[in-house]
């Protein structure tokens, strides 16, 4: 029976199979530094983030068939974010966008645990995680303005449970407890740079202390002595700021750092050959990648005609005739919707007259007000795929203005 065991294990030996090796993106970043420009950090992680997802999809795509040396393209299975994002971990547009997935009033709470609600339902309006999105985002001390953030689309990422590696509590009552920078000013900052890591698909097993990786105390095992001698390194720097004097810190921020493992999905199969032998299979996650609907990107599903329409390169005779091409495919949410958008693409009453350059009248100035206005809350209302078809509307109308007084100059 033991040479017969033996004979089968080595057939199974010398059959070939198909190896997947896992990948982790890593995205080392370095965002916006100017306190208050908030809406252009955020945008930073949203095209980085973006970008990422498409290189992502179409790398699967063109790799769908096995590579010659044994391995496959199975995705990515991690993300990990790390760098200066120049806000605080605790309390920022970014970590929101990050941790929740979207931003404002309108985006919902998709991404949370999976969701993909596109407004907040009455029943979770008192859930914590509503109460974070509702209220408004707390940066540098300040109040971030609803109408900035509302309009950022969700990143792609946000099924799978973006985390600090560091936890958000940490210098929050005394920053110079733990900080990460520390300037000239000697005043310091905590979680200025941070570690994000997709948690459904690795875990944090350690992370990298203040003043832990100096030479000369590596060979120190007591516990007390290394916690003093890092106390009074923290001291130090607080005393002088960063960089250090004596160059031992050559630079005005900390190093981070981070370790992580693999996070896997246990599957005992009964036709797999290591489930006959008593075993289970153990798989690496994968990270899911998302639209801003929450259709996952990578199972091909069809996208409907008009909004693959608006991303196909068109080619168009005059701006009119691409502004009746979007009017025409967009889908709009409700006929309510669609017959106030044509009305606002009707000319004020009384025209202003392109062959003069004279100053609107305050009667059609408030007309152009009311029409600014209504776009807005038609733009505010939308769902997620109307949104940028409204944009895009509204710029061709634009163009329209200027092609037709383009055609009167060119009569006279």
Not at 167 to 185: I, S
Not at 255 to 268: E, H, Q
Request: glycine residues 6%.
């Amino acid at each position: 029976a033991e040479k017969k065991r033996n004979s089968h294990d080595e057939k199974e030996d010398t059959t070939t199979t198909t190896i997947t090796m896992p990948t982790v993106a890593i995205v080392n970043c370095h965002l916006e530094g100017h306190p208050k420009r908030f809406l252009e950090r955020t945008l930073q992680l949203q095209h980085a983030l973006s970008d990422l997802s498409k290189m992502i999809v179409g790398t699967r795509k063109e790799k769908s068939i096995d590579n010659n040396d044994g391995r496959s393209s199975g995705g990515l299975n991690a993300l990990i974010l790390a760098g200066d994002f120049n806000c605080e971990l605790q309390s920022s547009a970014c970590s929101t966008y990050l941790r929740m997935g979207r931003l404002g009033r309108q985006a919902g709470l998709g991404g949370i645990h999976g969701e993909d609600a596109l407004v907040i339902p009455q029943s979770l309006l008192e859930t914590s995680e509503a109460a974070e999105i509702l209220s408004p985002i707390i940066e540098w001390g300040r109040a971030l303005p609803e109408e900035k953030v509302g309009d950022i689309s969700p990143h792609p990422f946000r099924r799978n449970g973006m985390t600090s590696a560091y936890p958000t509590w940490l210098g929050r009552e005394d920053a110079g407890q733990h900080f990460t920078y520390c300037g000239e000013n000697r005043v310091p900052v905590p979680g200025l740079d941070q570690i994000w890591y997709s948690s459904m698909t690795i875990e944090r097993v350690g992370l990298k202390r203040m003043f832990v990786d100096s030479g000369e105390w590596r060979c120190i095992s007591d516990e007390n002595v290394l916690s003093q001698l890092r106390d009074h390194e923290r001291r130090k720097v607080l005393s002088t700021g960063l960089p250090s004097p004596d160059g031992k810190y050559p630079s005005d921020h900390l190093p981070i750092g981070a370790v992580f493992d693999w996070k896997l999905d246990v599957k005992s199969e009964e036709n797999s050959s290591s489930a006959k032998h008593g075993n289970d299979s153990k798989d690496i996650r994968k990270l899911q990648i998302v639209d801003d609907e929450g259709n996952n990107v990578e199972e091909d599903i069809p996208q409907d005609e008009p909004t693959a329409l608006i991303e196909e390169q068109q080619c168009f005779e005059t701006p009119n005739h691409e502004l009746a091409f979007l009017v025409k495919n967009c889908p709009f949410d409700t006929l309510e919707q669609q017959s106030d958008v044509n009305f606002l693409l009707q000319p004020i009453n009384p025209p202003i007259d392109l062959k003069k350059r004279t100053a609107p009248t305050p009667e059609q100035l408030e007309q152009l007000n009311a029409k600014r206005e209504k776009k807005a809350e038609l733009l505010k209302s939308a769902s997620l795929s109307v949104r940028p078809w409204l944009k895009k509307i509204w710029k061709v109308e634009k163009q329209v203005g200027k092609w037709e007084r383009r055609q009167l100059m060119t009569r006279k």
